[in-house]
């Protein structure tokens, strides 16, 4: 990780807005949500980015079929994006949308200082264009003549454009991919990056002249710029309008496997035919690819009509359990994984309603009725300090330490094993009902029962505050309630359980 003077800048995609968000869009959002406000405790400034893509034949089609103007349609379903994240309690540090002002001037600068260094010429164009992907195919790319993802045939296209010379930056990028320099992980993405470039990429289109809904090309305003390369400049865009060029360059995005291309190879390209080829502290440090996700074994689509809105599981599960529910339907970075929405009930009643739930509300009902004096819980960092316990050299110390260890190196941006770093804190949950299931604290028969009871409840106490802090990326209002009831001894169901 760059030291950049403590500073971390976390990217992910931006979404498309020719439909609603859903929760493939909000799961790369909530991940670097939850490394933000990770690294956020651990004393790191973190610039956080997201935002929107707004330009380009599919964003100008799905306006048309709206019956809006492009910019209406696209104020419209940004808004949309800023309301869910909102809902959702994600902490970025500024949203983009690729029709500010701002980052149409900055991309028509980055592309002269291009022209001028010499990387981009002009050509014909003839091959074929898929508008649901925005990008060039060719015969391999199809299925019996169709594009296997938006089941479509793409247009045929011939025209004159702006031509990026890749081709001659590819040998660079390849060893930069090799040694680890420009890391993808996981390993797999890695692999197939560079089984990309091994089978031989062409110099790639940067301008359209059949697309008028973008950024004009600053010399030749029939040309409007392709919009991946539109997309891709707004992580420098960003920080170039808003002065924070000391957060440069990205130390972590994320995204989904179907871009990995456009993010590890494009990008990186056009960065050093700016910053010259051996600028490679200008590209990102790390690209990580996480699995997709279908739902109930269905890729989501609009046809089959199963695309699930993040709303609709903030309104019926509540913000943080929406957040824990979506990071644990699958191992984080590994496998595509499904996603069934019949069994997000019975894993909210189990891990949320029975699990942390109802031990919070044990251990501080307990606490009431022994009248224990409320712990004065010393903020700890997630990174570490032991808590102070009553009983000592107990097997909850362990279990708290162990926690920890795990909890610390599964969180950090080598490894995101963000769902094993929740599953370290449901360990340490799993180990307080155990506690209290063979402690029996409630019995006061006599003196000696009761001192030694009043301790394991403030142990127990201790520990609450321990999963609280770890919890606090992951899901920060819930950490904030247990804290303050662990602090009044009042208390309030958490997560009500769902029949
Ligand atoms: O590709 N499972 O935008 P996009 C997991 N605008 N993640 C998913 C997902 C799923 N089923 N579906 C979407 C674009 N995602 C471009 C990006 S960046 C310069 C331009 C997430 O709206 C995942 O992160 O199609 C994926 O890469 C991204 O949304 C694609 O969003």
């Known amino acids: 990780m760059a030291e950049k003077d403590n500073k971390i800048y976390l990217t992910t995609p931006i979404y498309y807005v020719n439909s609603k968000p859903h929760i493939g869009h909000a799961y790369t959002t909530l991940a670097i949500d939850v490394l933000t406000r990770y690294y956020r405790i651990l004393g790191k400034e973190v610039f956080f980015l997201t935002g929107t893509d707004e330009h380009g034949a599919k964003i100008a089609e799905a306006a048309q079929k709206a019956g809006k103007t492009p910019q209406e349609f696209c104020d419209e379903i940004s808004g949309l994006f800023k309301t869910a994240w909102q809902n959702l309690n994600i902490d970025y540090s500024y949203f983009i949308r690729t029709t500010d002002k701002s980052h149409e001037e900055k991309v028509a600068e980055f592309l002269n200082?291009?022209?001028?260094?010499?990387?981009?010429?002009?050509?014909?164009?003839?091959?074929?264009?898929?508008?649901?992907?925005?990008?060039?195919?060719?015969?391999?790319?199809?299925?019996?003549?169709?594009?296997p993802d938006h089941k479509c045939e793409p247009q045929d296209v011939a025209e004159e454009n702006w031509f990026f010379k890749l081709r001659q930056l590819l040998p660079k990028i390849?060893?930069?991919?090799?040694?680890?320099?420009?890391?993808?992980?996981?390993?797999k993405a890695k692999s197939e990056v560079l089984g990309v470039i091994k089978q031989g990429l062409d110099d790639v289109s940067i301008s359209r002249k059949s697309v008028s809904w973008g950024i004009k090309l600053p010399w030749e305003e029939s040309q409007t710029v392709y919009v991946w390369i539109d997309a891709l400049l707004n992580y420098w865009t960003v920080l170039q309008n808003l002065g924070k060029m000391e957060f440069w360059p990205v130390d972590l995005h994320l995204m989904g496997r179907?871009?990995?291309?456009?993010?590890?190879?494009?990008?990186p390209a056009i960065l050093l035919a700016y910053y010259g080829d051996d600028a490679i502290d200008q590209l990102p440090k790390q690209a990580f690819c996480h699995g997709y996700f279908t739902i109930d074994g269905q890729k989501m689509s609009k046809t089959i009509g199963n695309i699930v809105d993040p709303n609709d599981l903030i309104k019926k599960y509540g913000t943080d359990a929406t957040r824990y529910l979506l990071l644990t339907q699958f191992p984080f970075g590994g496998n595509?994984?499904?996603?069934?929405?019949?069994?997000?009930?019975?894993?909210?009643?189990?891990?949320?309603?029975?699990g942390l739930g109802n031990l919070v509300a044990r251990v501080v009902t307990l606490a009431t009725k022994l009248k224990v004096q409320p712990v004065r819980i010393a903020t700890q960092s997630v990174a570490g300090g032991s808590a102070k316990l009553k009983v000592k050299g107990s097997r909850l110390e362990q279990n708290i330490l162990e926690a920890k260890n795990k909890y610390n190196f599964s969180l950090a941006l080598e490894n995101l094993k963000i769902d094993e770093?929740?599953?370290?804190?449901?360990?340490?949950?799993?180990?307080?009902?155990?506690?209290?299931d063979t402690e029996k604290p409630w019995e006061l028969a006599n003196e000696k029962l009761k001192t030694k009871n009043e301790k394991v409840i403030k142990d127990l106490l201790v520990v609450l505050g321990e999963i609280a802090e770890m919890l606090k990326p992951f899901m920060p209002q819930t950490a904030d309630k247990i804290l303050e009831q662990i602090k009044t001894n009042k208390s309030e169901p958490l997560f009500p359980r769902l029949n």
């Open 113 to 147: 200082v291009l022209k001028s260094n010499g990387y981009l010429y002009e050509g014909e164009y003839a091959g074929k264009y898929c508008v649901g992907c925005e990008k060039f195919v060719t015969d391999k790319d199809l299925v019996d003549g169709k594009c």
């Open 174 to 187: 390849k060893e930069l991919i090799e040694s680890d320099k420009l890391l993808i992980l996981p390993e």
């Open 258 to 267: 179907e871009i990995l291309k456009f993010h590890c190879i494009m990008w």
């Open 336 to 354: 595509d994984g499904d996603v069934s929405l019949s069994r997000l009930d019975e894993k909210y009643n189990s891990d949320l309603a029975s």
């Open 421 to 436: 770093a929740l599953g370290a804190i449901w360990e340490l949950i799993g180990a307080c009902d155990k506690i209290i």
